[in-house]
């Protein structure tokens, strides 16, 4: 009897295989599911032409890791993980599970396609509520009676969140169905920066709250989405607005962390003299749902998806979120972005994100 004698019987796909892409031991699930057409696909998933790596190595690249990953074969998509290394074959091995999560995959697709699809489509009518009344408010102080402004105001302020939760439960369901893309170009920071405080400085003067940037001359560029990056600015500084007291402070800021002279990444810094978050709450604050138990100044709780979008779009573009707080002192949120190097392409095509 065989030491595979049970992975012999099963019904899913097992195989040992080596880096080179040869099989050097198969169940007959394999054979039934793959047969003969193992060959082509196993030489596609093994190719190490012109630096380019084919799937498979993804599991020799440390033998200590439990790795996991998702592949396409022949139109179908097949959950491989790696269930042991092996060295009985003269060169590097692993034995591997192939689960067939194709349909389940379709459904979850079907299903996030239309959430995304009715939050979409409840952007339409809520900009056409906003239209009006931005048009309304600007005939303040000539037609409209104080009050009304004042409720009309209020409206406007709602209108704002009501947007700003469903652009979040858009994102989020993208992140969630591996649609989230992030585009890439050469940005710079401090673009970023003027644009995200821009927008929120009306809402800032209102909350009687200092909102300013400030950074060096030449802070470099990194190569990102202007849209997403600046996005996760807004949030952070949303974010402070909502615990930060009147003639409080929020400031906005670059730096440049350099290894000799060399620029090695851009650290984006949103900071402010709020109400700051308790020490055992602040590494759960980037998880989903994740709310502290901080009560926000100016009511309006939000979903709880915002930082865990930011931690998302920052992983995305390689880099690393981070948060510093002291309770009743402020907040510190800490975002670091690598610093464009020389030779890395500028326009970098669409970039894939998928969370798992
Ligand atoms: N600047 C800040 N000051 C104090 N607490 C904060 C700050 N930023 C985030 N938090 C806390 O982290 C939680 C998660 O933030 P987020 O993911 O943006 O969700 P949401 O804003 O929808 O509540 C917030 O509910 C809040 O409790
Ligand atoms: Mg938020």
Do not use: C
């Amino acid at each position: 009897m065989s030491k595979f004698n049970i992975a012999e019987k099963l019904t899913t796909p097992i195989a040992i295989i080596t880096d080179r892409g040869t099989v050097e031991w198969r169940n007959d699930a394999f054979d039934a599911t793959f047969g003969a057409d193992a060959k082509d696909w196993l030489k596609e998933a093994a190719r190490a032409v012109g630096g380019e790596r084919g799937w498979l190595q993804d599991f020799f690249v440390d033998p200590e890791e439990h790795r996991t990953i998702e592949v396409e074969i022949e139109g179908r998509t097949f959950r491989v993980e790696k269930i042991m290394n092996n060295d009985e074959y003269g060169s590097p091995a692993v034995a591997l599970w192939f689960e067939d999560v194709t349909q389940q995959r379709e459904m979850e697709q079907a299903k996030s396609d239309s959430t995304s699809m009715i939050v979409h489509d409840l952007r339409g009518p809520l900009s056409g509520i906003q239209g009006t009344l931005e048009f309304v408010l600007a005939q303040e102080g000539t037609k409209l009676d104080s009050m009304y402004a004042d409720l009309l105001q209020e409206a406007q302020r709602e209108s704002e969140r009501m947007m700003s939760l469903i652009n979040e439960l858009l994102d989020f369901s993208k992140i969630e169905s591996g649609n989230f893309v992030v585009e890439k170009e050469p940005v710079r920071v401090a673009g970023i920066l003027k644009r995200a405080v821009r927008s929120l400085q009306q809402v800032a003067s209102r909350d009687e709250v200092f909102l300013l940037s400030a950074h060096g001359r030449d802070v470099p560029q990194v190569i990102g989405s202007v849209e997403k990056l600046t996005q996760a600015v807004i949030n952070l500084v949303s974010n402070s607005l909502k615990f930060t007291p009147k003639k409080g402070l929020i400031s906005v800021g670059a730096q440049i962390v350099r290894n000799g002279d060399v620029p090695e990444s851009i650290v984006i810094t949103v900071t402010d003299s709020g109400a700051g978050i308790k020490s055992s709450e602040l590494q759960q604050i980037w998880q989903k749902y994740k709310q502290s138990g901080t009560k926000s100044l100016r009511g309006g709780g939000g979903t709880g998806l915002g930082l865990y979008i930011v931690k998302q779009v920052v992983e995305a573009h390689g880099g690393e979120v981070s948060v510093a707080s002291i309770e009743g002192i402020g907040t510190s949120m800490v975002l670091k972005l690598p610093v464009k190097r020389f030779g890395d392409t500028g326009n970098i095509t669409a970039q894939r994100m998928t969370v798992s």
